[in-house]
């Protein structure tokens, strides 16, 4: 592990096959005395099916904590077609972890699923896209009442009152990028590097009315764009609102004819379009999450070298490293309630473990939460990535996984022995 020594004393803990570190010691950078035991971990999900929740930046658990929100399928190991269907359910943590279906979806990917998610500021209510016909739809159904609407557009990130929507153009995106965006329906446009009828859309979720705010064309010609590609081809992805709802961050993306890497820079905007901040303009900024409505953490490649975590204040050139040190690889990163401590995780090191763990922002420590074994045939589009997603309450995290020989499967973690 670098150049620092560790002993290591191991236990096998049976947690669906998983092996787990449960005691560390030795001169580790940041490891913090508290992780000499780590948090218990069980599976809340079992096959024969397969079951997941995607994306870190949604709301999995219910505002009681009881219901955990999952996506069941019954294949692994190749990219979605347009005839494939998942079902969406819930988890119930207090009955036995009793799956129960609400629905289906056939506007899917392994790494976003469906956007599944709790509504904000609903008890009820949940939302996912859909497919139609000849279009994307989005469902909005009340898990009590069982009463559902259908919304004629698709919808990315949610306002945290869960009243407006943003949405970038699944279609662009599938070509762009197959495996973030949806099967089924072809870009319209795709043979345009930058078109102004596709970009970034408002939805009503109320009623259901879409408007084009950001177009493809309009920040192609925004600033300066590193590299100052001439024949690249844009699309955005990545869209996420801050806490308050007073703007919403997302990536403009691009890849040169002939290249298949591409560039990046993170931007930030009102909710109607307006105010246009770009946070990083270097060309490689990953994952993602706003601290509050005014700070965003980030991993960024620099083309220095100093690939970080930064803090970002928005709509200034303020910028810190958080977690020198310690957090020292890109993950997927999210605050725990109060702001005290970072929920993150990693790819699969050179033994194909991801590590989860939690960094005290007011200690520079790190707790290690579990390693689990990622089986070499989860690589590539179809990679199973942790994405760890915690709680209302802080108390608990729940991961996908597949170290339980059972294929991705979700996983509870139980924290709440560690921020009390």
């Not at 010691?25 to 024969?48: F, H, K, M, Q």
């Not at 119930?92 to 972890?97: A, G, H, I, V």
């Not at 408002?202 to 001439?230: C, H, N």
Request: net charge positive; proline share 6%; charged share 25%.
């Amino acid at each position: 592990m670098d150049s620092v020594e560790i002993t290591r004393r191991q236990l096998l803990r049976y947690a669906g096959g998983a092996l787990a570190l449960t005691a560390l010691s030795g001169r580790a950078a940041g490891l913090d005395p508290e992780s000499r035991n780590l948090a218990p971990v069980r599976p809340i999900t079992r096959g024969p099916k397969f079951h997941w929740f995607a994306y870190y930046d949604k709301l999995q658990f219910d505002p009681t904590c009881r219901y955990v929100l999952g996506m069941e399928v019954d294949f692994e190991h190749r990219s979605p077609m347009p005839e494939d269907v998942i079902k969406v359910g819930l988890v119930d943590l207090k009955d036995r972890d009793r799956w129960t279906e609400l629905g289906q979806s056939r506007a899917w990917c392994w790494q976003q699923g469906c956007m599944l998610q709790w509504r904000p500021g609903s008890k009820t209510e949940i939302l996912w896209n859909d497919r139609q016909g000849e279009r994307f739809v989005s469902h909005i159904l009340d898990v009590g009442t069982k009463k559902k609407r259908t919304l004629s557009y698709p919808f990315y990130a949610v306002s945290p009152d869960g009243r407006t929507a943003a949405a970038p153009d699944f279609r662009r995106i599938q070509d762009m990028r197959p495996g973030y965006g949806y099967a089924g329906l072809p870009d319209p446009h795709a043979d345009q590097p930058a078109p102004k009828d596709s970009g970034i859309f408002r939805v009503d979720l109320e009623t259901g009315r879409q408007d084009l705010i950001i177009s493809l064309a309009e920040i192609a010609r925004f600033g300066k764009i590193p590299g100052e590609p001439k024949d690249a081809k844009h699309y955005f992805n990545h869209l996420l609102f801050n806490t308050d709802g007073s703007r919403f961050i997302f990536l403009h993306r691009w890849r040169a004819k002939g290249l298949r890497s591409f560039g990046t820079r993170m931007l930030t905007a009102r909710p109607d379009g307006t105010d246009i901040h770009i946070v990083d303009d270097y060309g490689r900024t990953s994952h993602f999450i706003w601290r509050d409505a005014k700070h965003i953490l980030a991993w960024a490649w620099h083309p220095s070298g100093a690939n970080a975590f930064y803090l970002y204040e928005d709509r200034t050139r303020n910028v810190e490293v958080v977690g020198k040190g310690v957090m020292t690889s890109n993950g997927h990163c999210s605050y725990l309630p109060g702001n005290k401590r970072i929920l993150n995780d990693t790819y699969p090191d050179k033994q194909r473990k991801q590590h989860v763990y939690l960094f005290n922002v007011e200690t520079a420590k790190k707790v290690p939460l579990g390693a689990f074994y990622s089986p070499q045939e989860y690589k590539g589009e179809w990679r199973c990535d942790t994405h760890p997603r915690f709680s209302p309450d802080g108390r608990s995290v729940v991961i996908d996984s597949p170290h339980g020989g059972n294929g991705r499967q979700m996983h509870l973690i139980d924290i709440s022995a560690i921020i009390r």
